[in-house]
């Protein structure tokens, strides 16, 4: 218990600065961000961020963004609940799946599995992740107007070697300088936020 107190616990270092840092979680079916706002002798806090998603009926603003990508015939790029309703009536907008039309493709990640019929932007799994990723950080930024110290990209604990490496690849995709260790396990995630969960009751980080 020592070493994971020692592992959630913040610098006691006379750190006087404000540290912020954007989480990540990158999902088959839809995902999220959340940040988390370090004031040197508060608790951490955690903010769910609503991000805005373009959609037929105008702009969407939920937590909760589908990992849905299209490119409509125009070439425009809809990221998250607008694609996932066009999902639904794929013909209304000549969208094919793995040509313009990408869902479920963290399912083929680590898979030596290329979409042929895609221009060349989303013809991996890879590129289409480092898509969303983009839009998720590029979102949170714009709905906070801030910069973050660090971020993390949470995935399976079951993710073998070769799916965490194009996990990181979709984040060199996206722009975002990470490494093996800024890959967060999901479990771990959970864990952290129960072990806060106990020491601040009715507060996790997560």
Same mark, same amino acid.
């Given at each position: 218990?020592?070493?994971?107190?020692?592992?959630?616990?913040?610098?006691?270092?006379?750190?006087?600065?404000?540290?912020?840092?954007?989480?990540?979680?990158?999902?088959?079916?839809?995902?999220?961000?959340?940040?988390?706002?370090?004031?040197?002798?508060?608790?951490?806090v955690?903010?769910?961020l609503?991000?805005?998603?373009?959609?037929? /009926? =105008?702009?969407?603003? !939920?937590? @909760?963004?589908?990992?849905?990508?299209a490119?409509?015939?125009?070439?425009?790029?809809? +990221?998250?609940?607008?694609?996932?309703?066009?999902?639904?009536?794929?013909?209304?907008?000549?969208l094919?799946?793995?040509?313009?039309?990408?869902?479920?493709?963290?399912?083929?990640?680590?898979?030596?599995?290329?979409?042929?019929?895609?221009?060349?932007?989303?013809?991996?799994?890879?590129?289409? /992740? =480092?898509?969303?990723? !983009?839009? @998720?950080?590029?979102?949170?930024?714009?709905?906070?107007?801030?910069?973050y110290?660090? +971020?993390?990209?949470?995935?399976?604990?079951?993710?073998?070697?070769?799916?965490?490496?194009?996990?990181?690849?979709?984040?060199?995709?996206?722009?975002?300088?990470?490494?093996?260790?800024?890959?967060?396990?999901?479990?771990?995630?959970?864990?952290?936020?129960?072990?806060?969960?106990?020491?601040?009751? =009715?507060?996790?980080?997560?």
């Open positions: 218990m020592n070493s994971i107190e020692k592992f959630v616990s913040l610098p006691q270092d006379g750190t006087s600065s404000v540290i912020r840092v954007l989480g990540i979680d990158l999902g088959t079916t839809n995902s999220t961000v959340a940040e988390v706002i370090w004031e040197p002798g508060k608790a951490p955690c903010n769910v609503e991000l805005t998603q373009p959609t037929e /009926a =105008g702009e969407y603003t !939920s937590p @909760l963004i589908p990992s849905v990508l490119q409509l015939p125009d070439h425009t790029v809809w +990221i998250g609940e607008g694609a996932k309703r066009l999902r639904a009536f794929p013909q209304k907008t000549n094919i799946p793995q040509k313009n039309l990408f869902y479920d493709t963290k399912n083929d990640i680590g898979l030596r599995k290329t979409y042929f019929q895609a221009p060349e932007q989303f013809n991996h799994p890879a590129k289409i /992740a =480092g898509q969303i990723l !983009s839009f @998720l950080n590029d979102g949170a930024q714009k709905a906070t107007n801030k910069s110290d660090h +971020i993390s990209v949470t995935v399976p604990a079951s993710f073998l070697l070769n799916q965490r490496h194009d996990t990181l690849l979709a984040c060199q995709y996206a722009e975002l300088d990470l490494q093996d260790d800024d890959l967060l396990d999901e479990p771990a995630a959970a864990l952290i936020d129960y072990i806060n969960l106990q020491g601040s009751p =009715g507060k996790g980080i997560f």
